[in-house]
């Protein structure tokens, strides 16, 4: 079964200082690996993705994640923090070897605050 | 080119009683997923639909949940009785293909959530 892990609920970080959200994950194949934000009273956006390919991906809003296979993490990583960067980030997984249990879909971890501090 | 809808945005009901969530997906989206965040917890597959047919609905916590989509457009998810541990954001998301088809990009669409409050 797939799973993901983001060990840290909430993340503070002082405007324009790099941050990092972490996220690790465990699959049985080659996984797919999705970031989503959730900015209060929203929907979730998709920021970035993971497939194949290089393993540093650049999503939206000046987002980056690295994926680490021998690591099995893909942190969250931005240069400079904006406080309009406030917002609950979700990490998700996809394990292509993986049918049923909700695996057409993504699996989630829970989600970790980021607070973005003047 | 709209978005996921959901509604209503927030339900306040007693235990008991019955609730029914809305969403309507992107136009020409033949998946539709339903998920559940209770808080501070991860957000949990509930079913998946093609079209209108169920095509996983492992998720589903038990028989007091039902969920269609008739005519493979809008889907509801009814909630009947609910109970205290019903409560939670009920998510709903879209996509054209199934992810791992060759030239998706990959991502659902997620609509803003309904958010239920059993009391």
């Known amino acids: 079964a797939q799973s993901v892990a983001q060990p840290e609920d909430q993340v503070n970080v002082a405007e324009g200082n790099p941050l990092t959200v972490k996220c690790t994950y465990s699959v049985s194949g080659n996984p797919y690996l999705f970031w989503y934000v959730q900015y209060p009273n929203r929907g979730l956006q998709f920021l970035l993705k993971y497939i194949t390919g290089d393993n540093l991906v650049k999503g939206s809003y000046g987002f980056e994640a690295e994926f680490n296979k021998s690591q099995t993490s893909f942190h969250l990583k931005k240069p400079s923090a904006l406080v309009s960067d406030s917002a609950l980030y979700f990490c998700a997984v996809r394990d292509p070897m993986y049918s049923g249990g909700g695996a057409d879909g993504l699996t989630f971890g829970k989600g970790t605050h980021l607070i973005i501090q003047p | 080119e709209a978005g996921v809808t959901q509604f209503p945005s927030h339900s306040v009901i007693e235990k008991g009683q019955t609730v029914t969530l809305r969403c309507d997906p992107i136009s020409g989206h033949d998946n539709l997923y339903w998920y559940r965040r209770v808080m501070g917890k991860e957000i949990k597959f509930l079913l998946h639909?093609?079209?209108?047919?169920?095509?996983?609905e492992s998720g589903m916590p038990n028989n007091r949940f039902l969920a269609e989509r008739t005519g493979g457009t809008y889907s509801t998810l009814k909630v009947q009785p609910a109970e205290l541990e019903d409560s939670g954001v009920y998510f709903c998301?879209?996509?054209?293909?199934?992810?791992?088809?060759?030239?998706?990009?990959?991502?659902?669409?997620f609509g803003e959530g309904s958010r239920l409050t059993v009391l």
């Open positions: 639909f093609v079209k209108e047919s169920k095509q996983d």
């Open positions: 998301a879209s996509s054209q293909k199934q992810l791992w088809n060759s030239g998706n990009t990959g991502e659902l669409f």
